[in-house]
């Protein structure tokens, strides 16, 4: 996996990229420790998940909704208003929904970036770096659903459903 490089992408979107990644890599080391202490002590990192995954889902949806108002469009959003919602929803609800909402969410976002219309304004060293953060993002929350179900993380479990 690499970055795009500098010239492939307008000078406005090469920080942004670049902070996508750094966000990106923040999940996964996030998802991935939680694997490694106690459930008890793992229960603080849960809600870290779904939080910066929100905060990674509102960046780039309110890019496509401000490029679409500003071409005259109102197609995506719906869309964009659903993953807001979904998004903001997040910190209110126990860890695994919380999880599986933004599951959900990435899913959505990743289907909106098919549209044609984004993929006609975005440079495709754009969308090509998105989906690559969207893989970290899936794996990610995979990762923790996965270690909220597995047998030895009751405790957990009892805890990401509110119990």
């Known amino acids: 996996m690499r970055l795009p490089r500098d010239a492939e992408l ?19 080391a996030v998802a991935t420790g939680i694997w490694l202490p106690a459930p008890a002590v793992a229960h603080g990192w ?12 509102l960046l780039p ?11 005259g469009e109102a197609t995506l959003t719906p869309a964009v208003l659903l993953l807001w919602l979904l ?30 219309a984004i993929r006609e304004h975005w440079p ?22 996965f270690w909220l179900f597995s047998r030895d993380n009751q405790l957990l479990l009892n805890l990401g459903l509110g119990g």
């Open 124 to 145: 495709e060293a754009w969308l090509r770096g998105r989906r690559q953060h969207m893989q970290f993002q899936m794996v990610s929350l995979a990762s923790v659903v």
């Open 10 to 28: 307008p000078a406005h979107l090469v920080t942004l990229i670049r902070l996508q990644f750094l966000h990106g890599l923040l999940v996964v």
């Open 46 to 57: 849960l809600s870290l998940v779904p939080l910066l995954v929100a905060i990674f889902l």
């Open 61 to 71: 949806s309110g890019l496509y909704l401000g490029a679409e108002v500003q071409r």
């Open 87 to 116: 998004a903001s929803a997040t910190p209110f609800v126990p860890a695994l929904i919380a999880a599986l909402l933004m599951i959900v969410a990435v899913m959505l976002l990743f289907l909106m970036e098919k549209v044609a």
